[in-house]
């Protein structure tokens, strides 16, 4: 298991799963933000928890990096904090690469 406070209230828990055919993941925001190791020392109030098979080991690392690059972008941080449902925010991260240009 391994956990990244990535800043401006998000992180990205994750882990390797022996057994799991493929990777999954879960976009939580909490209705109470917790104390969290980020950088900024902020409090975590959004997370995208990743699970990832046992061997995937370059694929988890490229979904950590892509992950990091989503919540490191302002503008995707705002839109998402914006989404009431969650249809709305499978569109933003379906919509990632047009809200970073």
């Known amino acids: 298991m391994g956990s990244t406070g990535l ?10 799963i022996k057994g799991l055919r493929q990777p999954l993941a879960a ?16 409090p ?3 997370l ?5 098979p046992e061997q995937a080991t370059e694929d988890h690392l490229q979904i950590l990096a ?8 302002r503008r995707f941080r705002e839109q ?6 969650a ?6 991260f379906a919509d990632w690469p ?4």
């Open 87 to 92: 249809a709305s925010v499978v569109r933003a």
């Open 7 to 16: 800043g401006q209230g998000f992180a990205l828990p994750h882990a390797r």
């Open 27 to 42: 976009f939580i925001r909490l209705s109470v933000p917790i104390p969290f190791a980020s950088p900024d020392g902020k």
């Open 80 to 85: 998402l904090r914006h989404q009431g449902d």
């Open 48 to 52: 995208l928890a990743l699970l990832v």
């Open 98 to 101: 047009a809200v970073a240009a």
């Open 44 to 46: 975590v109030s959004e």
């Open 66 to 73: 892509e992950a990091a690059q989503m919540f490191g972008d």
